[in-house]
């Protein structure tokens, strides 16, 4: 009797093992899982931060109206980056990044304004007079956040690495000692979450400025922009306590 309940109190430890191992593995595999990323504009800023992302094990589509120019890119990023239209880059990614002229905003905002609807979208475009025209002084006036939120609207829009040059990005990523900081700014705490993570994963210190009417602190000609800071020193620069 005694051996015949030893048996059974084997078996049943096996079988929760046997249940719980899947779910643990479920767990682990969640808890590793890389978000899908969509870059729209595969220039220099969408190149370089796109393609860090791939180097940390993120997935990334390149999207731009003529796909077939950024083989190249994804060629030499390897199998993690693809190149697509950017309706099927919108599909693909659960967050997205915007590097386009800022002069493209309306138009991107119109024709793809459902598909950015709800997502996490990072938005590194600088508004310039030369280019832009009365976009650039719509930004100057009101904030680029604003401007920005104004034109990609139902987006969860958070402003991140507009603030620098891609050379300083691509010379600093996971540098030695300190990293370098990149302001952000959002108004949506969880997409600024996701972000933060990007930003790290991408080998740069996140610093939330504040929501995105602070994002004008920070962009084309403000005192903030195209500093190389640690994240120390730019919270300092911000007024941001430690």
Request: hydrophobic share 45%.
């Amino acid at each position: 009797m005694a051996c015949d309940r030893r048996t059974l109190l084997l078996a049943g430890a096996l079988a929760l093992v046997s249940t719980a191992t899947p779910a643990l593995a479920q767990e682990a595999k969640t808890q590793d899982a890389k978000t899908p990323i969509a870059v729209i504009g595969g220039g220099n800023i969408g190149g370089t931060i796109g393609g860090l992302w791939v180097k940390a094990g993120h997935p990334v589509m390149f999207a731009s109206r003529h796909p077939e120019d950024l083989k190249p890119l994804v060629e030499k990023l390897g199998p993690l980056a693809k190149a697509g239209t950017v309706e099927q880059a919108l599909a693909f990614g659960d967050a997205v990044l915007i590097a386009v002229p800022y002069k493209a905003y309306p138009e991107l905002g119109k024709t793809y304004g459902a598909a950015l609807k709800g997502k996490v979208v990072l938005d590194a475009g600088n508004a310039t007079k030369a280019r832009d025209g009365d976009l650039a002084a719509e930004a100057e006036s009101a904030g680029i956040g604003a401007t920005s939120a104004k034109y990609l609207p139902g987006a969860r829009l958070v402003r991140a690495f507009n603030a620098a040059n891609y050379r300083l990005f691509a010379q600093n990523a996971h540098r030695s000692g300190a990293p370098m900081a990149v302001p952000i700014a959002g108004d949506d705490k969880q997409a600024l979450s996701v972000a933060s993570t990007l930003v790290r994963d991408a080998g740069f210190e996140p610093v939330v400025v504040g929501g995105l009417d602070a994002a004008k602190k920070f962009q084309m000609g403000s005192p903030g922009f195209q500093r190389d800071a640690t994240g120390p020193e730019a919270r300092k620069a911000f007024g941001i306590a430690e």
